[in-house]
């Protein structure tokens, strides 16, 4: 383990469910944030959190919602979903500050949307 | 914004070759370069990085180039062995703070042969 722990690692989910993906990390690390992994597509950086405030939105639609309760957790809410939102999605933390740069992360969540 | 284009989307190679992915962004102003690497169903980890005040840095078989002047970066990968089977991703951005704005590449998806 890396330290960054992401749960469900599957998840299949109809368009009306409403789940929640968690992520936890145990590294002292002062922000957080998703990505959506899609095949044959860069890593697309969706939300950041530094020190529990989101700090990024990277024009991520509203049925995504992130919560961030505090520096070593984050959720990422999921409703209403479409097939196309079907992904791996992976969490990541890193330090903060000068030096600050290398990104752990998760072994992500595998969402599927039917 | 900066972008990243990396290639080739694939390389394929025997065993002891060597492997070279390459990589360009458009912002100057980028001054830090990781190279991650994502075993298949794995988490993508770091494997090495580079700033922008050196133009080469080595760790036993892989080295990473930086030509700021043209904007591009490479990954060399010397006497390949099977475990370097992965998907391999560049990133640019600037160094220190948070890594939300980090770009990263479309992957490149390597193959050693034995």
């Known amino acids: 383990e890396t330290g960054v722990t992401q749960t469900p690692r599957h998840l299949v989910m109809g368009m009306t469910n409403k789940k929640s993906l968690k992520c936890e990390q145990h590294?002292?690390?002062?922000?957080m944030y998703w990505y959506k992994q899609s095949a044959k597509k860069p890593l697309e950086l969706m939300f950041v959190y530094n020190f529990k405030e989101q700090t990024e939105n990277n024009s991520v639609p509203s049925r995504f919602s992130p919560e961030c309760p505090n520096s070593s957790h984050l959720f990422l809410h999921l409703h209403t979903l479409q097939p196309e939102d079907s992904a791996l999605y992976l969490c990541?933390?890193?330090?903060?500050?000068?030096?600050?740069?290398?990104?752990?992360f998760g072994a992500g969540s595998r969402l599927t949307v039917l | 914004g900066e972008n990243v284009e990396q290639h080739p989307s694939t390389l394929s190679v025997q065993e002891g070759d060597s492997a070279v992915i390459k990589c360009t962004y458009s912002?100057?102003?980028?001054?830090?370069f990781p190279w991650y690497k994502q075993e298949l169903g794995k988490r993508p980890q770091l494997i090495i990085d580079i700033r922008s005040n050196v133009g080469e840095k080595k760790d036993q078989r892989i080295a990473v180039t930086l030509n700021k002047t043209a904007k591009h970066f490479s990954l060399h990968i010397t006497e390949t062995q099977p475990e370097d089977s992965a998907v391999y991703f560049c990133?640019?951005?600037?160094?220190?703070?948070?890594?939300?704005?980090?770009?990263f590449g479309k992957g490149t998806k390597l193959s050693v042969k034995p």
């Open positions: 912002d100057s102003a980028s001054n830090y």
């Open positions: 590294l002292g690390h002062n922000a």
């Open positions: 990541a933390s890193s330090a903060t500050g000068p030096g600050a740069n290398v990104l752990t």
């Open positions: 990133a640019a951005g600037p160094y220190g703070g948070s890594q939300g704005n980090l770009i």
